[in-house]
């Protein structure tokens, strides 16, 4: 059955480090998001992406957050300059299409970012 | 604005008994309502979801789980709990009309007991 892949599964970085976390959606789908869970809460949203431009955005992802289809097969999420708060769990998903809002999103095994 | 909310942070059950994880939206427009469940270490796994037609509706592992619009509920049903159902369960609800964002409840930690 085809998966979301998410790479690494764990980040730890420093203070003020560029991070870029990789993400594989399945083959077929069109429609990429990112999600965060800070340790202990809820899983929010942050991003969703279509026909390489962001399609929404949360209040979270301000300017040191940015996504990028860079070829055919992986979407990233690029933090430019890592702060404490950002630790947290990353979540990638995707959806083969958008219905009147019955699609479904696949999520990712989630990437582990820890910042110091 | 959309809104769920899963008022037990956690639920125990004998193994063999029946289970259920309550969930309670919020939403102005027809309610785009999902389960997905989230072993240690994993993602998200999508469950089941409700969109419109019969109010029970039936997922993977034997789970179900019932619309109910007068209580504003989509609580998640198992006839008979396994051990290895225990894990964090996640109601989530569509964002509304204009959004595809997924909203989030707090999540419900099912532990089944042997």
């Known amino acids: 059955e085809p998966e979301v892949t998410q790479t690494p599964s764990h980040q730890v970085t420093q203070m003020g480090q560029e991070v870029i976390l990789r993400c594989v959606p399945i083959?077929?789908?069109?429609?990429f998001y990112w999600y965060r869970q800070i340790l202990g809460q809820k899983v929010e949203f942050l991003v969703s992406?279509?026909?390489?431009?962001?399609?929404?955005k949360s209040e979270i992802f301000d300017d040191q957050f940015s996504v990028e289809r860079p070829d055919g097969s992986n979407f990233t999420l690029k933090i430019r300059s890592t702060k404490l708060e950002d630790s947290a769990m990353y979540f990638c998903?995707?959806?083969?299409?958008?219905?009147?809002?019955?699609?479904?999103?696949?999520f990712g095994p989630g990437t582990r970012l820890l910042v110091l | 604005a959309q809104s769920v909310a899963q008022p037990e942070d956690q639920v125990n059950v004998a193994e063999g008994n029946p289970l259920t994880v309550k969930c309670t939206y919020s939403?102005?427009?027809?309610?785009?309502l999902f389960w997905y469940v989230q072993y240690p270490n994993r993602g998200l796994q999508f469950l089941l979801k409700y969109i419109t037609g019969d109010n029970l509706v039936k997922g993977s592992y034997g789970f179900e789980a019932e619309f109910n619009k007068s209580q504003t509920s989509f609580h998640l049903k198992k006839p008979s709990a396994l051990v290895s159902d225990s894990a964090l369960y996640f109601c989530a609800v569509r964002g509304g009309s204009g959004t595809y964002k997924y909203i989030f409840g707090t999540g419900t930690r099912l532990k089944v007991l042997a």
């Open positions: 939403v102005s427009g027809n309610p785009y």
């Open positions: 998903a995707s959806s083969e299409f958008r219905t009147s809002g019955g699609e479904t999103q696949y």
């Open positions: 083959s077929n789908h069109l429609y």
């Open positions: 992406f279509y026909n390489n431009e962001i399609s929404e």
